[in-house]
């Protein structure tokens, strides 16, 4: 192998490691506190109820979007237009073989 130049350096993951520590208290922070939000009385029913507020929303925007996203992309298809030839005559009799190819229906094009 040829060195074209290139150097390598030692870096330092000091800050990676302090992020993913940070990351690791957080998660057992969260734990925690859902774990004793659960335990007051009423909590669970408002959970349940903000959580089933928000998948009816999400359902409702994904539905609108799917639905402007169609008709936008029939608008964008009928004003790009379609690319034709013209001036020109095709005919099957101006097919011919490629030397060292077959045609395989199955699996496309195989070399021999």
Do not use: C
């Amino acid at each position: 192998m040829q060195d074209r130049g290139m150097q390598e350096r030692r870096v330092g993951t000091g800050k990676s490691a302090l992020a993913l520590i940070a990351i690791a208290v957080l998660v057992v922070a969260l734990v925690a506190v859902v774990a004793w939000a659960l335990t007051q009385p009423g909590v669970l029913e408002s959970v349940a109820t903000i959580a089933a507020v928000v998948i009816v929303a999400v359902v409702i925007i994904a539905v609108i979007a799917y639905i402007v996203y169609a008709v936008l992309a029939v608008a964008f298809y009928a004003a790009k237009g379609d690319v034709v030839q013209t001036g020109v005559d095709h005919s099957l009799d101006d097919i011919s073989a490629v030397e060292g190819n077959t045609l395989d229906e199955d699996r496309g094009d195989i070399r021999r």
